[in-house]
Protein backbone atom coordinates (compact mmCIF):
# COMPACT_ATOMS: atom_id res chain seq x y z
CA UNK A 1 0.00 0.00 0.00
CA UNK A 2 1.09 3.56 -0.64
CA UNK A 3 1.58 6.31 1.87
CA UNK A 4 1.33 9.91 1.25
CA UNK A 5 3.51 12.05 2.98
CA UNK A 6 3.02 15.85 3.52
CA UNK A 7 5.52 16.67 0.46
CA UNK A 8 2.87 14.11 -1.82
CA UNK A 9 0.24 15.53 -1.11
CA UNK A 10 2.01 19.06 -1.46
CA UNK A 11 2.17 18.35 -5.12
CA UNK A 12 -0.44 16.58 -5.80
CA UNK A 13 -2.90 19.32 -4.67
CA UNK A 14 -0.95 22.94 -4.04
CA UNK A 15 1.98 22.20 -7.23
CA UNK A 16 4.83 24.33 -6.98
CA UNK A 17 3.35 27.95 -8.27
CA UNK A 18 1.08 29.80 -5.58
CA UNK A 19 -1.67 32.21 -7.56
CA UNK A 20 -1.65 36.03 -6.77
CA UNK A 21 -5.38 36.17 -7.07
CA UNK A 22 -6.96 36.98 -3.66
CA UNK A 23 -9.46 34.96 -2.12
CA UNK A 24 -12.64 35.42 -3.12
CA UNK A 25 -16.14 35.71 -1.06
CA UNK A 26 -17.97 32.33 -0.55
CA UNK A 27 -21.45 31.86 0.48
CA UNK A 28 -22.35 29.16 3.01
CA UNK A 29 -25.76 27.78 4.65
CA UNK A 30 -25.32 26.33 8.67
CA UNK A 31 -27.21 23.42 10.16
CA UNK A 32 -26.97 23.91 13.62
CA UNK A 33 -26.01 20.74 16.00
CA UNK A 34 -26.11 19.82 19.38
CA UNK A 35 -22.28 21.04 19.75
CA UNK A 36 -22.04 24.51 18.47
CA UNK A 37 -18.35 24.67 19.07
CA UNK A 38 -17.42 21.72 17.25
CA UNK A 39 -17.30 21.96 13.16
CA UNK A 40 -17.49 20.27 10.43
CA UNK A 41 -17.68 21.85 6.41
CA UNK A 42 -18.74 20.11 3.88
CA UNK A 43 -17.32 20.74 0.58
CA UNK A 44 -18.87 19.56 -3.14
CA UNK A 45 -17.57 18.43 -6.26
CA UNK A 46 -17.23 19.95 -9.80
CA UNK A 47 -20.95 21.27 -10.96
CA UNK A 48 -22.01 20.71 -7.17
CA UNK A 49 -23.55 23.13 -5.03
CA UNK A 50 -23.75 23.49 -1.32
CA UNK A 51 -27.02 21.40 -0.48
CA UNK A 52 -24.90 18.34 -1.78
CA UNK A 53 -24.28 17.38 1.25
CA UNK A 54 -27.36 18.02 3.25
CA UNK A 55 -28.99 14.81 3.30
CA UNK A 56 -25.70 13.29 4.97
CA UNK A 57 -25.68 16.36 7.12
CA UNK A 58 -29.33 15.42 8.80
CA UNK A 59 -27.92 12.26 10.56
CA UNK A 60 -28.49 12.00 14.06
CA UNK A 61 -25.04 10.65 14.99
CA UNK A 62 -23.43 14.03 12.84
CA UNK A 63 -26.33 15.96 14.07
CA UNK A 64 -25.47 15.24 18.07
CA UNK A 65 -21.70 15.95 17.36
CA UNK A 66 -21.26 19.13 15.24
CA UNK A 67 -22.55 22.26 13.16
CA UNK A 68 -22.60 21.44 9.82
CA UNK A 69 -21.53 24.31 7.33
CA UNK A 70 -22.37 23.86 3.50
CA UNK A 71 -20.16 25.53 1.42
CA UNK A 72 -20.62 26.96 -2.24
CA UNK A 73 -16.80 27.46 -3.84
CA UNK A 74 -15.56 29.56 -6.33
CA UNK A 75 -17.84 29.28 -9.36
CA UNK A 76 -20.45 27.34 -8.13
CA UNK A 77 -23.75 28.24 -6.71
CA UNK A 78 -24.22 31.58 -4.96
CA UNK A 79 -20.20 32.47 -3.98
CA UNK A 80 -18.78 34.62 -6.13
CA UNK A 81 -16.80 34.10 -9.63
CA UNK A 82 -13.15 33.94 -10.62
CA UNK A 83 -10.90 33.11 -13.60
CA UNK A 84 -9.07 30.97 -11.66
CA UNK A 85 -10.19 28.14 -9.27
CA UNK A 86 -7.22 25.79 -8.67
CA UNK A 87 -7.24 23.84 -5.36
CA UNK A 88 -4.58 26.15 -3.88
CA UNK A 89 -6.84 29.14 -4.09
CA UNK A 90 -10.03 27.32 -3.29
CA UNK A 91 -8.37 26.69 -0.27
CA UNK A 92 -7.15 30.19 0.41
CA UNK A 93 -11.15 31.20 -0.46
CA UNK A 94 -12.10 28.62 2.51
CA UNK A 95 -9.80 30.59 4.78
CA UNK A 96 -11.09 33.58 3.89
CA UNK A 97 -14.67 32.13 4.32
CA UNK A 98 -13.89 30.58 7.92
CA UNK A 99 -12.12 33.95 9.70
CA UNK A 100 -15.21 35.81 8.51
CA UNK A 101 -17.47 33.10 9.68
CA UNK A 102 -15.55 33.41 12.90
CA UNK A 103 -15.16 30.20 13.22
CA UNK A 104 -11.93 29.48 13.33
CA UNK A 105 -11.72 31.19 16.84
CA UNK A 106 -14.50 29.16 17.97
CA UNK A 107 -12.73 26.29 17.58
CA UNK A 108 -8.80 27.21 18.72
CA UNK A 109 -8.55 26.89 14.60
CA UNK A 110 -9.89 23.34 14.22
CA UNK A 111 -12.29 21.99 11.84
CA UNK A 112 -13.29 18.60 10.30
CA UNK A 113 -13.33 18.85 6.40
CA UNK A 114 -15.95 16.17 4.24
CA UNK A 115 -14.84 16.97 0.37
CA UNK A 116 -15.87 15.13 -2.65
CA UNK A 117 -14.14 15.04 -5.88
CA UNK A 118 -13.48 18.60 -6.16
CA UNK A 119 -14.20 19.15 -2.52
CA UNK A 120 -11.98 16.68 -1.83
CA UNK A 121 -9.18 17.66 -3.24
CA UNK A 122 -9.41 21.53 -1.96
CA UNK A 123 -9.45 19.70 1.51
CA UNK A 124 -6.58 17.97 1.10
CA UNK A 125 -4.77 21.58 -0.36
CA UNK A 126 -6.29 22.90 2.94
CA UNK A 127 -4.90 20.27 5.06
CA UNK A 128 -1.00 21.06 3.42
CA UNK A 129 -1.20 25.07 3.52
CA UNK A 130 -2.86 24.83 7.46
CA UNK A 131 -2.67 21.87 8.57
CA UNK A 132 -3.21 23.34 12.58
CA UNK A 133 -6.34 24.30 11.42
CA UNK A 134 -7.35 20.60 10.86
CA UNK A 135 -9.03 18.51 13.19
CA UNK A 136 -10.14 15.09 10.78
CA UNK A 137 -10.00 14.95 6.80
CA UNK A 138 -12.61 13.09 4.96
CA UNK A 139 -11.86 12.96 0.99
CA UNK A 140 -14.46 10.80 -1.25
CA UNK A 141 -13.67 9.81 -4.67
CA UNK A 142 -10.40 11.74 -5.02
CA UNK A 143 -6.68 10.41 -4.43
CA UNK A 144 -3.43 12.37 -3.21
CA UNK A 145 -1.73 11.68 -6.68
CA UNK A 146 -0.53 14.40 -9.20
CA UNK A 147 -2.49 14.15 -11.96
CA UNK A 148 -0.08 15.54 -14.44
CA UNK A 149 0.92 11.95 -13.99
CA UNK A 150 -1.48 10.08 -14.74
CA UNK A 151 -3.79 11.95 -17.78
CA UNK A 152 -6.04 8.96 -18.01
CA UNK A 153 -7.24 10.24 -14.26
CA UNK A 154 -8.39 13.38 -16.14
CA UNK A 155 -10.53 12.53 -19.16
CA UNK A 156 -13.67 11.60 -17.62
CA UNK A 157 -13.94 15.02 -15.85
CA UNK A 158 -12.69 16.88 -19.06
CA UNK A 159 -15.72 14.86 -21.18
CA UNK A 160 -18.27 16.19 -18.89
CA UNK A 161 -17.17 19.72 -19.22
CA UNK A 162 -16.49 19.71 -22.48
CA UNK A 163 -19.95 18.45 -22.81
CA UNK A 164 -21.53 21.16 -20.57
CA UNK A 165 -19.61 23.75 -22.62
CA UNK A 166 -21.26 22.44 -25.98
CA UNK A 167 -24.43 22.69 -24.64
CA UNK A 168 -23.98 26.30 -23.58
CA UNK A 169 -26.17 28.78 -21.51
CA UNK A 170 -29.84 28.10 -21.70
CA UNK A 171 -30.90 31.40 -19.90
CA UNK A 172 -34.33 32.50 -21.79
CA UNK A 173 -35.76 29.18 -21.65
CA UNK A 174 -38.49 27.65 -19.74
CA UNK A 175 -37.29 25.72 -16.84
CA UNK A 176 -39.01 22.83 -19.03
CA UNK A 177 -37.52 23.67 -22.40
CA UNK A 178 -33.80 23.64 -20.66
CA UNK A 179 -34.67 20.14 -18.59
CA UNK A 180 -35.88 18.97 -21.93
CA UNK A 181 -32.53 20.36 -23.36
CA UNK A 182 -30.02 18.72 -21.07
CA UNK A 183 -32.50 15.25 -21.31
CA UNK A 184 -31.55 14.85 -24.97
CA UNK A 185 -28.15 16.64 -25.38
CA UNK A 186 -26.27 14.87 -22.68
CA UNK A 187 -25.54 11.12 -22.39
CA UNK A 188 -23.55 11.14 -19.24
CA UNK A 189 -25.88 10.42 -15.94
CA UNK A 190 -23.79 11.95 -13.29
CA UNK A 191 -23.71 14.97 -15.21
CA UNK A 192 -27.25 15.36 -16.11
CA UNK A 193 -28.00 14.98 -12.44
CA UNK A 194 -25.20 17.83 -11.76
CA UNK A 195 -26.93 20.01 -14.52
CA UNK A 196 -30.51 19.35 -13.49
CA UNK A 197 -29.53 20.30 -9.74
CA UNK A 198 -27.67 23.34 -10.80
CA UNK A 199 -30.69 24.58 -13.27
CA UNK A 200 -32.64 27.70 -11.84
CA UNK A 201 -36.08 28.99 -13.12
CA UNK A 202 -34.81 30.92 -16.20
CA UNK A 203 -32.89 28.16 -17.50
CA UNK A 204 -29.27 29.69 -16.39
CA UNK A 205 -26.89 27.50 -13.92
CA UNK A 206 -25.97 28.32 -10.74
CA UNK A 207 -22.52 27.30 -11.58
CA UNK A 208 -19.71 29.52 -13.84
CA UNK A 209 -17.63 26.99 -15.60
Known amino acids: MRSFNHATLMTATVGTKTSQRLPVKLVGDVLPGKTPNRHLVFLHGLFGRAQSFQFLARARSIQEQYT ?68 RLVCLDASPVDRREYPHLNEPTSRMIDDAVKLGSLAGLTKESAIERIEHAIQDKVLKSALLFNLREDGSFMCNL
Open 68 to 135: CHFVDLCNHGRSARAPTMGYEVLARDLRAYLNEAGILSQTHEKVTLVGHSLGAKTAMAYACLFPDHVD
